[in-house]
């Protein structure tokens, strides 16, 4: 029986070599990542899918035309010099929405008694929240409050649910671990300054 996680590219399966990250395998994880929040079924989480969109286009746009970004840290250190950061800024903000989608998950994950509206909303308040403005808070909080139950959206991942939950925990530990890369990485070197 096939669930959500046989149909997109897992993050167990990107390249990671010597804390190197393959560009190509992120991105097309990352597609899939942004098919989830299809499966929370609101358009409260259209905002959140176009900024995540908007933000792969970046990265896969300079990973198209420039052989150096064949990493992700190869990406950032190819505009270290530049003073349009499109691609870093892109790949920045992509690692911070995945990060909340990380927490939301591992939440629901840890937690398996919570909804999913008490784990998305923790979630953005430990990782997104200090990012945004007035503005934009409110649209998130709309978004939070749209979850489906936690029931109907596991179901919705599959209906072998012990399948279901072996490949999340493989899909959500995968991306625990490249999000603590690159965020490292951008650390070490300050790259994600003014951006």
């Known amino acids: 029986m096939s669930t959500f996680f046989d149909e997109i590219k897992s993050y167990s399966t990107v390249p990671v ?4 990250i393959s560009t190509a395998e992120f991105v097309e994880a ?5 098919k989830l929040f299809d ?10 899918t176009s900024d995540m969109n908007g933000n792969i286009e970046k990265v896969s746009k300079k990973m198209l ?7 992700l840290q190869g990406l950032i250190l190819s505009e270290v010099t530049e003073k349009k950061k499109t691609a870093t800024q892109g790949l920045l903000w992509l690692c911070r ?11 629901a994950v840890d937690n398996p008694s919570i909804e999913l509206t008490k784990a998305f909303t923790d979630a953005y308040s430990k990782t997104l929240s200090k990012y945004h403005g007035m503005l934009v808070k409110p649209i998130f909080k709309l978004a939070m409050n749209a ?3 936690r029931k109907d959206f596991f179901e919705k ?3 072998d649910q012990a399948k279901v939950n072996a490949q999340l925990l493989e899909w959500l530990e995968a991306l625990e671990k490249i999000i ?3 965020f490292a990485f951008f650390e070490s070197g300050n790259y994600g300054k003014g951006l």
């Open 147 to 149: 979850c489906p139950y």
């Open 17 to 20: 070599a010597d804390e190197q």
């Open 97 to 107: 929405g995945l990060q909340f989608t990380a927490q939301a998950m591992r939440e």
């Open 157 to 159: 991942l599959g209906a």
């Open 39 to 48: 499966l929370l079924g609101s358009t409260a989480f259209s905002p959140v």
């Open 30 to 34: 990352s597609r899939g990542l942004v």
């Open 65 to 71: 035309a420039d052989p150096k970004a064949n990493t």
């Open 180 to 182: 603590a890369i690159i």
